[in-house]
């Protein structure tokens, strides 16, 4: 079954980095752009950045802007997200999703979502 896998949220220390990792499965992302996006407690769920594999373009929130990197291997059908200079507003589950061909389409009921990883900033 076609699904999407993250991995590698954790706890780290204020000013530290983390690279989140975005599998697909039983699908080529080939055709997709796909999106990092963040739910923290009690706060609306907000896109993080986005890249997409049609034509390269990639989006980045502000507040991501100089600190967090995008990145797809089409080799491996993954997305990375390295982040850097961890803050502790940074502290939410993280999750990605795929829009078909590019960022600014939005998500459809047909795409795909990961259950989301963990990322936790704190001293």
Known sequence: QAHLVESGGGSVQPGGSLTLSCTASGFTLDYYAVSWLRQAPGKEREAVSCV????????????????????????KNTVYLQMNNLKPE????????????????PSAPTDYRGQGTQVTVSS
């Open 52 to 75: 997409s594999a049609t034509d390269g373009k990639i989006d980045v929130a502000d507040f991501a802007k100089g600190r967090f990197i995008i990145t797809m291997d089409k080799a």
């Open 90 to 105: 940074d502290t939410a589950v993280y999750s990605c999703q795929t829009h078909h061909f590019y960022c600014h389409i």
